[in-house]
C-alpha cells in the first residue's frame, strides 16, 4: 500500500525534475534549402553525363526533396532516399560505413537495419558540429561518384548554413 507521504515525495519529486528540464532547440533542414541540395546533386552528376536521383532529409530522416533526373534507373529514387536516411541516422558518410562494414565483422549487421543502405553517396548535412539532415545520391556506376555529387551540392549552400 501505498503511505500519503510516499505518494506526495512522489508527486514533489515528479513536478521539480519537469521543472528543471530545458526546451530542446533543434536545427532543422528547410524545404528550399533541401530542392536546392537535391537540385545541386542532380546537376553535379549531369555534368559528368550520369543520370541519378537525388534525395534530402531532415534530421529525422523524413524525405523533404527528391528529385530523379530523366533517364535515371527506376532503383535509383530509393536507393538515394535510403542512404541519406542511413547518413543522417549514423551522422556520417554511408561510404565510412561501408568501409567500416568491410573491415570490423562487428559492424557486419548494419546492413540489417531497417531501411539502411550502407553504399557510399549518403552524407550528412551539418551546422557546425550538429547534422540538421542528409543527402543521397543514387544512379551512379560508383558510390564514391554519387558522394561527390552529394559533396558538390552541400558546398553550394553550405555558406547559407548558419
Do not use: W
Request: proline share 4%.
Amino acid at each position: 500500500m501505498i503511505r500519503p507521504r510516499h505518494f506526495i515525495a512522489c508527486f514533489v519529486a515528479l513536478l521539480s525534475s519537469g521543472a528543471s528540464a530545458e526546451v530542446l532547440q533543434e536545427r532543422n533542414m528547410p524545404m528550399d534549402i533541401a530542392l536546392e541540395l537535391a537540385q545541386g546533386a542532380v546537376k553535379a552528376c549531369a555534368a559528368d553525363n550520369y543520370n541519378v536521383s537525388a534525395a534530402v532529409v531532415d534530421r529525422a530522416g523524413v524525405l523533404r526533396a527528391l528529385l530523379r533526373a530523366d533517364n535515371a534507373g527506376v532503383h535509383t529514387p530509393d536507393a538515394a532516399r535510403r542512404k541519406a536516411y542511413t547518413a543522417v541516422s549514423a551522422r556520417a558518410p554511408t561510404s565510412a560505413m561501408a568501409k567500416n562494414v568491410q573491415d570490423n565483422p562487428g559492424a557486419a549487421q548494419l546492413v540489417a537495419i531497417d531501411d539502411f543502405l550502407i553504399l557510399a553517396g549518403g552524407v550528412p548535412v551539418r551546422i557546425g558540429n550538429r547534422t540538421i539532415g542528409a543527402v543521397g545520391v543514387g544512379g551512379v556506376p560508383r558510390g564514391n561518384l554519387d558522394e561527390a555529387c552529394a559533396l558538390a551540392a552541400i558546398k553550394e549552400i553550405e555558406g547559407r548554413l548558419k
